[in-house]
């Protein structure tokens, strides 16, 4: 269904040509290609129970810097790393794990 219900785990697949503004509604997977130089995702304002999982698929190194809605940086997601965020109601808390090159 989307970040704001993770119960359904949907997926977007999207080479970017700018930032990305992440909203509830949108998917929960975010399988992203910077296309071709760095690029900005921002979360949705901080809620109880939102959940982002967000795979950086560029074909070069290429990062992506997920900031909060407020603009403060939580991580940079570099080529073939994978992040999950979560939000305890105040707080995004994210964690990276390398994914498979």
């Known amino acids: 269904m989307s970040i704001g219900a993770p119960t ?5 697949i999207e080479t970017l040509s700018g930032g990305k ?6 998917a929960w ?10 690029r900005t ?11 982002v999982y967000l795979s950086n698929a560029a074909d070069a190194s290429e990062d992506i810097t997920v900031n909060n809605d407020g603009g ?9 790393e994978d992040c999950y965020l979560a939000c305890d109601g105040t707080n995004w808390n994210a964690v990276l794990s390398k994914g498979a090159t």
């Open 41 to 51: 995702v921002v979360l949705p304002a901080e809620a109880s129970g939102l959940e």
């Open 72 to 80: 403060s940086g939580i991580v940079t997601v570099s080529q073939n």
């Open 29 to 38: 997977h975010q399988t992203l290609d910077p296309g071709g130089a760095g």
């Open 21 to 26: 503004t992440l909203t509830v509604n949108d």
């Open 8 to 12: 359904y785990r949907d997926a977007n």
